[in-house]
């Protein structure tokens, strides 16, 4: 079945650029949505925003200004680029498949932002 | 941001039935079917549970049922057991924000 990784720095110093790379295994990228979701230590989910294979998005109006998600279909991964971070964007971090249901999620990833 | 609210805990005996209710408006979960729900055991992802309002993923146990009335979701869990206790998200299309998660519900099985 499809498996999601997230990859990428657990650490990023307050107004830096924060990167993360999502690989999909065991599927094709091709035909799917794949979205950014992430949840504050301790607090509850939010979505960050979608690509379609293709490369079109759709991002949360809270975060559209800072965020960039795309897509190498090549090597089957989407990525997440999050800049001008803050102590408030520190969150675990999660990909996972569709746009509206997210099913299955990969793992997560803890990002700190701290200098 | 908007989000959609939840009532913080609810608890069950082991074959009881519960109850999370998940209360939107009419931007989001009132105008729309693409209401899902998400188990989400301590330190681990959320797992996807229910999608479009009442629909069950395959493997998911049918002790598990959503449904919708005006602006408010709700998911249900019969037969309580052990392993239901976690937390429980609902989700939703919004018009105003795409998509919106609730405040979250913990669920203790006593």
């Known amino acids: 079945q499809v498996q999601l990784q997230e990859s990428g720095p657990g650490l990023v110093k307050p107004s830096e650029t924060l990167s993360l790379t999502c690989s999909v295994s065991g599927g094709s990228i091709s035909n799917y949505y794949w979205s950014w979701l992430r949840q504050p230590p301790g607090k509850g989910l939010e979505w960050i925003g979608y690509i379609y294979y293709s490369g079109s998005t759709n991002y949360n109006p809270s975060l559209k200004s800072r965020v960039t998600i795309s897509v190498d279909t090549s090597k089957n991964q989407f990525s997440l680029k999050l800049n001008s971070v803050t102590a408030a964007d520190t969150a675990v971090y999660y990909c996972?498949?569709?746009?509206?249901?997210?099913?299955?999620w990969g793992q997560g990833t803890l990002v700190t932002v701290s200098s | 941001q908007s989000v959609l609210t939840q009532p913080a805990s609810v608890s069950g005996s082991p074959g009881q039935s519960i109850t999370i209710s998940c209360t939107g408006t009419?931007?989001?979960?009132?105008?729309?079917?693409?209401v899902s729900w998400y188990q989400q055991h301590p330190g681990k992802a959320p797992k996807l549970m229910i999608y479009d309002v009442n629909n069950r993923p395959s493997g998911v146990s049918n002790r598990f049922s959503g449904s919708k009335s005006g602006t408010t979701a709700s998911l249900t869990i019969s037969g309580l057991q052990a392993e239901d206790e976690a937390d429980y998200y609902c989700n939703s299309y919004s018009s105003s924000t795409s998509y919106v998660f609730g405040t979250g519900t913990r669920v203790t099985v006593l």
């Open positions: 996972a498949r569709g746009a509206g249901w997210y099913d299955p």
């Open positions: 009419s931007s989001d979960v009132g105008a729309y079917n693409y």
